[in-house]
């Protein structure tokens, strides 16, 4: 065992942990002041990825992402991934977990992607159910992700923001609000994302991610955004997290950057940047 | 929505977009639901690129993808841990006919695979160099060693140790003879060694629980035992020792 950093992430900015930044964050960290990993990649037995987490953890609050649990899937959670799950926090004693709305095995076949669901009545019990157990293996509150979505269903009758603070009220979870997923989504399917946004029950966020996406087109002609995490922030983004940091005061804000992953100053860059609009709200 | 029918839909791009997906005016989601082809697919292709290097390099990029998508079509993970994705891409490579002209790729694949599980493998500290040499002979040949968890051996009829050396860090071209090698891990990067012939009986034998003693016998008289050990001892991979009582 050994002496986590910290039981809560700090009102600042994190980013995502890559392997390739282990000695700039050692060396030169600031202005992130937080970490997160997506727990799969730590689920080995030991070796490097365990070895540089242990030793990041006894400077840095950690925040653990699920990024495999299907919490938005038809049939039971995995629990022999949820035992996994449970193994990696008594461990790491992580300041937060999260994982995503959303859905990503069917039957024995995982999909490696977060994939959309129908926003009903009968997905909010479900989805409330998988909650409810995931919170009571792990012994803590989590923290649930508004995805991406790049497409809708006929069947749906419930507003996103209602689906999650639904689902909150029954679970007791609490929201991680990704500003660039509600960019994302409000472009691809036509809705105002200020609106979005003053609708949200920032009372539940535990943390804000930002990203970047890239622009693609439908069938039709019309702007497709795709969460791609492989390139800055774009300033419309910056512009709605301002507003909500405005309105909601400072928050845990994550910088994600997965692919094409620069070097270190240009994601500390990022980092400073959401410093500097964290700041004046404090 | 029925998952069984979108995830068809996802692994299957000649099928149809399923039913009941729509854009924000109604209309029927098109491409948009290849976001989500497109992310399965191109994630696990990835996957499979950062897993296996040098079947990539041998392969050539392009191919390695077509390659890879049939791969993941066949064999989508059964595991949310996409650090062990692509176990069966040896038998995979190995039951697929426009490749077999290259007979070698499954024990490359083999290899890289073992190199994977050795680096996320549960860590062990050795046991003091000193401990073994301290030991009478005939007391060691009794004795059955623990070896480490991240120690993997691949057995091939081609020069497999080789070709991985040539392809990363440029050895000499590989000769055509039957080849055997020893992943092991002394600190965090895991490394393949090159066995002398029989080794990897030997290594079998000993990773099977058996005496020194009994894994050296199948191995015959010209065997060198002393290099093997000062392989295992400098690789870290030997982690205690229990001597036979009875």
Known sequence: ?282 | MKESAFTQALLDPDLAVPTGLIDAEGRPAGRRFSVYRNNVAGSLIEALEQGFPVLQKLLGETYFKALAGAFLRQHPPKSRLMMFYGAEMPNFLADFPPLANLPYLPDVARLEFALREAYHAADAAPIAAETLAALAPERFMAARLHLAPALRWVASKYPVWSIWQANTSGGAAPQMRPESALVLRPGFDAVPHLLPPQGADVIAALHAGTTVGQALEQAGENFDITALLGLLIQGGAITGLDEDCG
């Open chain 1, 1 to 282: 065992m050994f002496d986590s950093a910290a039981q809560h992430l700090p009102a600042r900015p994190g980013v995502g942990y890559k392997p390739q930044h282990f000695k700039d964050i050692l060396e030169n960290p600031a202005p992130v002041e937080w970490l997160e990993i997506h727990a799969e990649n730590y689920m080995g037995d030991g070796g490097r990825p365990l070895a540089q987490l242990r030793h990041l953890a006894e400077r840095f609050a950690i925040s653990v992402h699920g990024v495999g649990l299907s919490i938005g899937g038809e049939g039971g959670l995995d629990e022999g991934h949820l035992a996994r799950l449970k193994h990696l926090c008594d461990w790491l004693k992580p300041a937060s977990f999260s994982e995503h709305l959303a859905w990503s095995s069917h039957d024995d076949t995982f999909l490696n992607d977060l994939l959309p669901l129908p926003y009903t009545a009968a997905t909010v019990a479900r989805v409330a159910d998988h909650i409810d157990r995931v919170q009571e293996v792990l012994g803590r509150r989590m923290l649930l992700e508004n995805p991406s979505s790049y497409l809708a269903f006929q069947d749906a009758d419930l507003a996103e923001v209602e689906f999650l603070r639904e689902v909150a009220t029954r679970t007791g979870c609490g929201l991680l609000l990704d500003v660039n997923n509600v960019y994302v989504s409000a472009t691809n399917l036509d809705f105002d994302a200020e609106a979005y946004l003053a609708d949200f029950p920032v009372e539940l966020v535990g943390e804000v991610h930002l990203g970047g996406h890239f622009a693609d087109m439908d069938d039709h002609g019309a702007p497709l955004l795709i969460d791609s995490h492989g390139c800055e922030v774009v300033d419309p983004v910056w512009q709605l997290y301002a507003g909500l940091i405005g309105r909601a005061g400072p928050l845990p804000t994550l910088i994600e950057w997965d692919n094409d992953v620069p070097d270190w100053p240009v994601l500390a860059a990022e980092a400073a940047r959401a410093a500097r609009i964290l700041v004046p709200a404090a």
